[in-house]
């Protein structure tokens, strides 16, 4: 079956602007969860959609922002960039039973804010 | 603050041996255990995970809970040199719903 696809694979801003990163999950997997890598800090949970509904959100600014569709695919967007923002943005797709087999994380989106 | 901890190493083992990576939690109450692999530049991928305390075998690798000390670990038998990566334990905490807490990571180096 078809993994988690994420777009685009890179992405180059400048400080200030918007972005909006996208995620189709697995074929009947009803969660999204987006995960923010950085060297520094490691794997940091954004937030976590299921049924077109924020069910989990972690500890970051408002600037970070998403939506599930009704096909389970998934944005986020991030607004007023900081060069902070720098990082691997990953998606991860599961069935949405808590704690039941894990998640499969896509390719993931390498931003680069300048 | 519910937290993974993990040695961020790196672990140097040869090749053939034994490797093990290990992980504490701090939620007594937390039901579901996690190793992802991850490579450098690539995404984590999930290797095993572990609900019941004891040890749970998949081909080469092993992972062993013991809830009452709060504590998870992975053993890589007949370690290759293309099991180098870093490797993520990540834990679903009581109350947390479907979120995953991971640990920063042990980076494993098996060498010729």
């Known amino acids: 079956k078809a993994g988690v696809t994420q777009t685009p694979r890179y992405l180059i801003k400048t400080r200030g602007q918007q972005v909006t990163l996208s995620c189709s999950p697995i074929s009947g997997h009803r969660s999204v969860s987006w995960y923010q890598q950085t060297p520094g800090q490691g794997l940091q949970f954004l937030f976590e959609?299921?049924?077109?509904?924020?069910?989990n959100k972690g500890n970051f600014p408002g600037r970070f922002s998403g939506r599930q569709f009704s096909n389970s695919r998934s944005e986020m967007n991030v607004s007023t960039l900081e060069l902070g923002d720098s990082a691997l943005y990953l998606c991860?797709?599961?069935?949405?039973?808590?704690?039941?087999?894990?998640?499969?994380f896509g390719s993931g989106t390498r931003l680069t804010v300048v | 603050q519910k937290e993974v901890e993990q040695n961020s190493g790196p672990l140097s083992v040869p090749e053939g041996a034994i490797a093990s990576l290990n992980c504490t939690y701090s939620?007594?109450?937390?039901?579901?255990f996690f190793w992802y692999r991850q490579y450098s530049g690539k995404s984590p991928e999930l290797i095993m995970f572990?609900?019941?305390?004891g040890d749970k075998e998949d081909g080469r690798f092993t992972a062993q809970l013991n809830k009452a000390s709060q504590y998870v670990s992975l053993l890589i038998r007949d370690s290759q040199p293309s099991d180098s990566a870093t490797y993520l334990c990540a834990v679903s905490f009581t109350g947390g719903g479907n979120k995953l807490t991971f640990g920063t990571g042990t980076q494993l180096k098996v060498e010729l």
């Open positions: 959609y299921f049924s077109e509904t924020q069910r």
């Open positions: 939620d007594r109450g937390s039901q579901s």
């Open positions: 991860a797709s599961s069935i949405g039973t808590p704690g039941a087999g894990g998640y499969t």
């Open positions: 572990i609900y019941s305390n």
